[in-house]
């Protein structure tokens, strides 16, 4: 695709589900990272792909969080047992070189845990 | 992150008028990048920072970076209602990858 997708943009659901958040960053970008947003707060680093494996996760609040990026290109957030406090918009973002701050962003997905 | 402060929290201009966001670091940045974010949409890339005392413009916006690499600025000149938005300023850490932005400024442009 022409830009960074991410999917679902909207997911609402209860406590204590397990969610899937989906991206699918720029062709050729290697690198992917994923970032929580709270509303009036700047991006949270979560975690940092280069190629398929997780470069830095160190981000990630807790167990509950996980994710991966099994072929390189597509990368999949998963959380479970979600919590009200995981409510955020999660933004992902690639870019072609690693470790470079101009990266590319989806317009995020918005989660809410009721 | 506490780590990149920005200010003004918030901002609001009369169109035409110049403004000015800083973002200010406890530590020595290696890159400093100013992105904007519209609600409800991910962030767009504005400018990179690299060198003590740059300057870089695109279109009626400037940033600099300080001689000693601890602080930016971004200046709008003559704001038009298309510059509002939410201006975020981004630094390289100095290990690893986590790449961390600061607290955000909203911008409102009144026509």
């Known amino acids: 695709g022409a830009g960074v997708s991410q999917t679902p943009s909207n997911k609402v659901t209860e406590k204590g589900k397990y969610v899937e958040l989906r991206c699918d960053p720029i062709?050729?970008?290697?690198?992917l990272y994923w970032y929580r947003q709270s509303l009036g707060q700047g991006p949270e680093f979560l975690i940092y792909?280069?190629?398929?494996?997780?470069?830095?996760d160190s981000g990630l609040p807790n167990d509950r969080f996980f994710a991966v990026r099994p072929e390189g290109s597509v990368s999949t957030l998963k959380i479970q047992r979600t919590e009200r406090g995981d409510s955020a918009v999660y933004l992902c973002?690639?870019?072609?070189?690693?470790?470079?701050?101009?990266?590319?962003f989806g317009e995020g997905s918005r989660l809410t845990v009721l | 992150s506490q780590e990149l402060e920005q200010s003004p929290q918030s901002l609001i201009v009369q169109e035409g008028k110049n403004l000015t966001i800083n973002c200010t670091s406890s530590?020595?940045?290696?890159?400093l990048y100013w992105y904007k974010q519209k609600y409800g949409e991910g962030l767009i890339f504005l400018m990179m920072?690299?060198?003590?005392?740059e300057e870089k413009s695109h279109e009626k916006i400037t940033a600099k970076l300080d001689e000693k690499k601890q602080q930016s600025s971004l200046h709008i000149t003559a704001s038009q209602p298309s510059h509002a938005g939410i201006y975020l300023c981004?630094?390289?850490?100095?290990?690893?990858?986590?790449?961390?932005f600061g607290t955000g400024t909203s911008l409102t442009v009144i026509p």
């Open positions: 973002a690639s870019s072609y070189l690693p470790r470079t701050g101009e990266l590319f």
């Open positions: 062709s050729g970008h290697t690198a």
């Open positions: 792909f280069q190629g398929t494996g997780a470069a830095d």
């Open positions: 530590k020595t940045l290696y890159g």
């Open positions: 920072l690299q060198k003590g005392g």
């Open positions: 981004g630094a390289d850490p100095a290990t690893g990858n986590q790449f961390y």
